[in-house]
């Protein structure tokens, strides 16, 4: 019976203890990257490994460390909060050193300059200390306070002034952020003198805030509706000394210029980021809230996602990060304030291909990184900043055409239209004369026209054709159709009243529109439509076109026949295809457009687009007043109930497909039960 109780007790114990899946080479955690191919995160091979976890640093205990800083001699930092000091542990010689004890209360943020002094964000002393190391008796002085500043415009008297982190640029000036502080970094001159804020976050220009701004001042906004700007959480700084930022809510980092603007961003990322820091490679490493660490190239590319979340002291997870940092040979060194730990990871085969890749190409030694992206593709096909790396390596060396395909398969949209704006320009550059050519010869037409009349003998055969054609119904038809974009209000009344159309025709010029809708999704060229052909689902298309036009229809009309309108169901539906005529050409245009215009002249195709869909709603708006026979003021209300009324048919054809899927479900569910028992 005493042997049953031990079981059942080490059974027991079994069960509470916390399970993580371990991988098959016996990491704790998956590694991701981001594919804008995929648009969504994919597996890829590991990129890191944790070798070390220790809550030591030679004989000194850490205690709720909250940041961490590695200089360019490879001297780690550690605001060791706990413990009221900063720790500086050199990894060549194994030495720890102890700086600030006895001075510092609540040392939060620490930062080491290119000279080597020593900034500390102390919450305890309300202020950012400066620290400048004495190497003959080798040790660090205070030389230095960044307070709150007096009779500032900047602060009230009972403003808080809790300094958090701490960087300085190249420049020295230093940055401190402030827990709560809605304006910014506070910036200050290297002799303490504060002179403004940096880097503060702004609100999104979304239609409420909008319409509050205009509405409200800014006390009433903040006070009724909670609009303020989230304060910065935690701040880094490049290797070219330009300022990034994180924000608590904010998705990834925002990297700023000097003149305080976004200069860029990161493409994916957590919205609890605890620190963020640069590698050698001037890649950009961060660390979540949840222990995830990312590593994003200078542009903002996600390169690698792994880690995670562990309440066990699991190496290679954390309990709550709180700082991250990189040395010279790319290793990550993470802290947890919780578990007072400090970890340790080094890159793989294959992550150091990625940076090799990178650095080659930072060096502007081009044809060199392509061989290390090849590889690196060959590893892992889904891992699109290969392609992109690809693309740059091949647009470096003048081969446009390949960095075009390059750019396609990573979507970048921006590289794709420079490289084939150098492809477009080369093929000017070898047409030029053919196409100064064409221009005396169509010049030459003209003169000769002026006398012979050629294209008068030209429509000729044009004139024969329309003659005998015009003895088919459907012709008369559809020329009339067209006759409706010229002159609307006799077109829509002979449509109405004369019979000019018919249901047959009206449908097989809803099936054109329907192809130039799908020559412009399949055609049109990448730098103005991202999406793959493989991607183009038809059934959907097909749904995109064909049910919105019949819920207009049937909704437009049901409006119409409650509100007095004199057109029929067929009226409505020939109508309404005569308006989407101006979409039918606009399509084509645009696709053709699209094979020569870059980014840079989309403005172009962009008011083509806006201009065909403007006139569009024109000649339905149109339709409406004609066919139901309406001044403005009704016709604007029936085409808005219209809308409404078709939106909720939508609904209530998905109400009614949700509920038929459910009971055929249960009936298929009583049917295999009643098999299985028979």
């Given at each position: 019976m005493k042997k049953l109780w031990i079981v059942v007790i080490f059974l027991s114990l079994l069960v509470l203890i916390p399970k993580t899946k371990v991988e098959a080479n016996g990491i704790t955690y998956s590694t991701f990257t981001y594919s804008q191919n995929q648009r969504r995160?994919?597996?890829?091979?590991?990129?890191?490994?944790?070798?070390?976890?220790?809550?030591?640093?030679?004989?000194?205990?850490?205690?709720?460390?909250?940041?961490?800083?590695?200089?360019?001699?490879?001297?780690?930092?550690i605001a060791d909060t706990g413990n009221k000091r900063v720790i500086r542990y050199d990894l060549q010689n194994d030495k720890t050193f102890i700086i600030g004890e006895g001075t510092l209360s609540q040392p939060k943020g620490v930062h080491v300059d290119?000279?080597?002094n020593l900034y500390v964000a102390d919450g305890g002393l309300r202020a950012g200390v400066k620290y400048s190391h004495n190497e003959e008796l080798d040790e660090y002085q205070l030389?230095?306070?960044?307070?709150?500043?007096?009779?500032?415009p900047y602060f009230k008297e009972e403003d808080p002034f809790n300094p958090a982190k701490i960087i300085t640029d190249n420049g020295g000036n230093v940055y401190i952020v402030l827990s709560?502080?809605?304006?910014?970094?506070?910036?200050?001159?290297?002799?303490?003198?504060?002179?403004?804020?940096?880097?503060?976050?702004?609100?999104?220009?979304?239609?409420?805030?909008?319409?509050?701004s205009l509405l409200f001042d800014q006390e009433q906004r903040r006070r009724w509706f909670k609009m303020i700007p989230p304060p910065v959480y935690n701040v880094g700084l490049d290797n070219n000394g330009l300022v990034i930022t994180v924000t608590k809510g904010q998705r990834g980092y925002l990297k700023l210029n000097i003149a305080n603007l976004v200069y860029s961003q990161s493409?994916?990322?957590?919205?609890n980021l605890e620190d963020i820091t640069v590698g050698p490679y001037n890649t950009i490493f961060a660390i979540g809230q949840d222990g995830r660490i990312y590593e994003y190239t200078d542009e903002g590319q996600l390169l690698f996602m792994f880690s995670g979340q562990n309440t066990s002291r699991q190496k290679g997870l954390f309990n709550s990060p709180s700082g991250i940092a990189v040395d010279s040979k790319n290793n990550i060194y993470a802290i947890d304030i919780k578990d007072s730990t400090l970890q340790i990871f080094t890159p793989t085969i294959f992550a150091d291909l990625v940076h090799a890749s990178i650095d080659y190409y930072q060096k502007g030694l081009y044809s060199k990184s392509k061989a290390p992206w090849e590889e690196v593709l060959r590893m892992n096909v889904l891992f699109d900043v290969a392609n992109k790396g690809l693309g740059d390596a091949y647009y470096a060396e003048g081969n446009y055409s390949q960095a075009m395909h390059y750019y396609q398969l990573s979507r970048d949209v921006s590289g794709y239209s420079n490289a084939f704006w150098e492809v477009r320009n080369e093929a000017l550059l070898k047409s030029a004369a053919w196409i100064v050519y064409f221009l005396i010869g169509l010049i030459a037409f003209a003169i000769l026209n002026s006398f012979v009349k050629i294209t008068a003998y030209a429509k000729i055969p044009f004139k024969k054709a329309n003659q005998s054609l015009s003895n088919f119904k459907m012709y008369q038809e559809i020329k009339h159709n067209f006759y409706t974009i010229r002159k609307p209000a006799d077109g829509f009344y002979g449509i109405k009243r004369e019979k000019k159309s018919s249901n047959l025709t009206a449908f097989l010029m809803l099936l054109v529109f329907f192809i130039s809708y799908l020559m412009f999704i399949y055609l049109t060229k990448f730098t103005f439509n991202n999406r793959l052909v493989s991607e183009i689902n038809l059934f959907q298309e097909i749904l995109k076109v064909f049910v919105p036009v019949g819920l207009w229809v049937i909704a437009n009309y049901l409006v119409s026949s409650i509100r007095e309108g004199e057109g029929k169901l067929s009226n409505v539906f020939q109508g309404t295809v005569v308006a989407l005529?101006?979409?039918?050409?606009?399509?084509p245009i645009l696709t053709m457009l699209s094979q020569i215009l870059t980014l840079n002249e989309g403005f172009l195709f962009t008011t083509l687009l806006?201009?065909?869909?403007?006139?569009?709603?024109?000649?339905?708006?149109?339709?409406?007043?004609?066919i139901h026979f309406y001044d403005m003021k009704p016709t604007v209300?029936?085409?808005?109930v219209s809308i409404f009324t078709a939106v909720m048919m939508l609904v209530m054809i998905l109400i009614v497909y949700i509920l038929l899927n459910e009971v055929i479900s249960v009936i298929l569910d009583i049917i295999k039960e009643v098999s299985s028992r028979g």
């Open positions: 995160l994919v597996s890829t091979q590991d990129a890191y490994l944790p070798i070390s976890m220790t809550n030591a640093l030679g004989d000194l205990i850490l205690n709720a460390p909250e940041d961490i800083f590695i200089d360019k001699y490879d001297n780690i930092f290119i000279n080597g030389v230095q306070k960044y307070e709150k500043p007096i009779n500032s709560g502080n809605i304006n910014g970094l506070a910036e200050f001159k290297n002799d303490g003198e504060f002179f403004g804020f940096f880097g503060g976050n702004r609100l999104p220009n979304t239609f409420d805030n909008i319409v509050r493409n994916w990322g957590n919205e005529l101006p979409l039918t050409f606009t399509f806006y201009i065909g869909i403007g006139v569009t709603i024109l000649y339905l708006i149109l339709m409406v007043k004609e209300g029936n085409i808005l």
